[in-house]
């Protein structure tokens, strides 16, 4: 399979504890996403990279919350202290070269809960 | 970022069209406007997107409104695996690289 792919699929951890979450992206796309998602809601974007320049962050990108992309491959999302109101689908999506009007194709996602 | 506005939920039955309406009334110029749509347990997958004509495409054709206020994601003959949450995006030259996604409009198939 060339999709996108996230890892763990699930993660449960306790209130105050760290966790990190890793994207794939497909093979030679430049572009990599997260998105958040709570439910019952549509995604919300947190950062995009080029490559491995990280280029926007989202308001909802807390201090807590730091992403990476080293190489311009694999990201990965870290959220420190976590809280509960941290619970959510974590999403990464990533495009090829080229129009930033390019689809984006997203990963099956990670699963928060915070206890 | 223009808004859209989706209803929340529709229904359909296997084998007939779809037509899913998404109203965008403040879109400018150079919005772009996609259908991505998340089938349960999944994440978003791109369906169309166009920019004033009507597309086709394996999956679905879009048809745009002449005044581009609203458009209309229309799938010809639903399927089972249809039912999914549709959302209606637009992207426009400033942030473009982000999707902004609205509530979408959940759709469901009925045997």
């Known amino acids: 399979d060339t999709g996108v792919s996230q890892d763990p699929r699930h993660k449960i951890t306790k209130r105050g504890q760290n966790v990190t979450f890793r994207c794939d992206p497909i093979s030679e796309h430049n572009r990599l996403y997260w998105y958040r998602q709570t439910l019952g809601q549509g995604p919300e974007f947190l950062t995009y990279?080029?490559?491995?320049?990280?280029?926007?962050k989202s308001r909802l990108l807390s201090d807590r919350f730091s992403a990476e992309r080293p190489k311009g491959s694999f990201s990965t999302l870290e959220i420190q202290r976590t809280e509960q109101g941290d619970s959510a689908m974590y999403l990464c999506a990533s495009s090829p070269r080229g129009a930033v009007y390019n689809e984006q194709f997203f990963g099956p996602g990670t699963r928060l809960t915070v206890l | 970022d223009a808004k859209t506005t989706q209803p929340n939920s529709m229904e359909s039955n296997e084998e007939e069209p779809v037509h899913l309406p998404c109203n965008h009334s403040?879109?400018?110029?150079?919005?772009?406007i996609h259908w991505y749509r998340q089938l349960p347990s999944q994440g978003p997958e791109y369906v169309i997107h166009g920019l004033t004509s009507n597309v086709n495409n394996r999956m679905a054709s879009l048809a745009i409104a002449e005044d581009r206020k609203s458009s209309t994601l229309i799938l010809h003959r639903a399927t089972l695996r249809d039912a999914a949450v549709y959302y209606c995006?637009?992207?426009?030259?400033?942030?473009?690289?982000?999707?902004?996604f609205g509530q979408g409009t959940r759709l469901t198939i009925n045997p």
């Open positions: 995006i637009l992207r426009g030259i400033q942030g473009a690289q982000k999707l902004v």
């Open positions: 403040t879109i400018s110029g150079t919005d772009y």
């Open positions: 990279f080029q490559n491995e320049a990280q280029l926007e």
